[in-house]
C-alpha cells in the first residue's frame, strides 16, 4: 500500500474522516425528506422543507469546508494495487461526487429564492436563522432550477450506490483494505 508523508498508514486524516462520516446522514435526511416533500399536503410541508434546505445548507457548509481541508491535509494516494480502470472509476465518482455536494445544495437555495421562499420563518436554517432574501421571486426561473434540482436528486443515489458499491467490493470481494482508509 502506497502511503504519503502526511499519511503514512495510507488512511485518511481523522478531519477527513469526520467530515464524510458527518455528511453521510446530513445525505440521507436531505435526499429522504426531498422525495417525500412533493408527497405532502400544504400544512405539513414547512417542517420538511426546513429539515430538507437546513440539511442541504449544511452539506454545502461541509464540503467547501472539506475542500479546504483537502488542500491543507492531501488525501492519502490511491494504494498502488489497485488496477488503473478502478483508479478512473474512483475519481470520477469522487469528483462527481463532489460536484454533486456543491451544486444540489446552491441549485435548491437558488430555486426556494426563485419561488419566492426564502429561507425565512418556518424554514429558517436550521428552524431558528433567518437568511436574506437573494431574489426577487421569479417563477420561470424557479420552475427550470426546480427541474434541475430534482433530476440531480433522482440520480444522486445512483451515484451513491456506485460509491458504496466500489467501498462493499474493495471490503467484500478484493479485501484489499481500501475501505479501512475511511474508516
Known amino acids: 500500500m502506497s502511503a504519503s508523508i502526511s499519511h503514512p498508514d495510507g488512511n485518511y486524516s481523522a478531519i477527513a474522516k469526520i467530515f464524510h462520516w458527518v455528511t453521510v446522514p446530513l445525505m440521507g435526511l436531505a435526499l429522504a425528506t426531498g422525495f417525500v416533500i412533493g408527497h405532502l399536503k400544504d400544512e405539513s410541508k414547512s417542517a420538511f422543507y426546513m429539515l430538507h434546505e437546513s440539511a442541504g445548507l449544511t452539506i454545502l457548509l461541509l464540503s467547501i469546508a472539506r475542500l479546504a481541508w483537502k488542500r491543507f491535509s492531501p488525501p492519502p494516494p490511491l494504494p498502488d494495487h489497485i488496477p488503473p480502470m478502478m483508479r478512473i472509476a474512483a475519481t470520477a465518482t469522487h469528483h462527481t461526487l463532489y460536484v454533486v455536494l456543491i451544486l444540489q445544495p446552491l441549485l435548491g437555495f437558488f430555486t426556494t429564492n426563485a419561488f419566492g421562499f426564502p429561507m425565512q420563518g418556518d424554514t429558517a436554517y436550521l428552524g ?26 433522482w440520480l444522486t443515489p445512483l451515484l451513491l ?17 481500501t475501505l479501512m482508509r475511511m474508516l
Do not use: N, Q, W, Y
Request: no cysteine; charged share 20%.
Open 128 to 153: 431558528f436563522i433567518d437568511l436574506p432574501k437573494f431574489m426577487e421571486a421569479r417563477e420561470g426561473l424557479a420552475g427550470t432550477l426546480l427541474t434541475v434540482h430534482s433530476i440531480i436528486g
Open 161 to 177: 450506490a456506485a460509491h458504496v458499491g466500489g467501498a462493499i467490493f474493495h471490503h467484500a470481494i478484493r479485501r484489499d483494505g
